[in-house]
């Protein structure tokens, strides 16, 4: 079976452009599969030499709540179930958010492997601002820059070793 890795997070925090840096690559094959729905975006690519699945999730619907709270959308936890590992991404300018702890107490509770990725850390990495990101219970923070590229090839092997 061919792994299956999911990048998940809030709104606006880079999933879509580190998905577009993931399989931009020569050996990607990026498929929209209009039977589901646009909200979720498949490529297949090989890392060192073995195929691998990612899958862009764009679905978190906003749900009346206590006002804060958001709830992650059925489609987002169906990608997660099918998914071998999440990759949960986070937002270094904006900093930790109300959302990204919520959507940390859902992963952790799928007991999924989760990676947690800070993006937009361009000329940021090592930063302080990445240790509040320790709050969310998920190791860690590893600092990336999806669209500049920083740490992308690092997250990939780390992705790797994790499957
Ligand atoms: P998504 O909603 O999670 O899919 O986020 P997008 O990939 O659409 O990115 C949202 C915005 O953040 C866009 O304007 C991107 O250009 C920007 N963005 C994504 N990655 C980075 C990054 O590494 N650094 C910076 N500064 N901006 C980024
Ligand atoms: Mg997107």
């Given at each position: 079976m061919t792994p299956i890795v999911s990048l998940v997070g809030?709104?606006?925090?880079g999933k879509s452009t580190l998905f577009n840096r993931m399989t931009r690559s020569r050996d990607a094959i990026v498929a929209d599969m209009p039977g589901l729905t646009r909200d979720r975006h498949y490529g297949m690519l090989r890392m060192a030499d073995r195929p691998v699945i990612v899958v862009d999730t764009g679905g978190f619907e906003p749900v009346?709540?206590?006002?804060?709270v958001h709830q992650m959308a059925r489609q987002t936890r169906q990608a997660i179930a099918e998914s071998d590992l999440v990759v949960f991404l986070v937002d270094l300018r904006t900093g930790l958010s109300p959302q990204d702890l919520h959507i940390a107490a859902e992963l952790r509770k799928t007991g999924k492997p989760i990676l947690l990725a800070v993006n937009k850390a361009e000329g940021r990495?090592?930063?302080?601002?990445?240790?509040?990101?320790h709050e969310l219970g998920l190791g860690e923070p590893f600092s990336i820059s999806a669209a500049h590229g920083d740490s992308v090839p690092d997250l990939l092997d780390r992705i790797l070793q994790a499957l």
């Open positions: 809030r709104p606006n925090v009346v709540d206590t006002g804060i990495h090592g930063h302080p601002a990445l240790a509040e990101f």
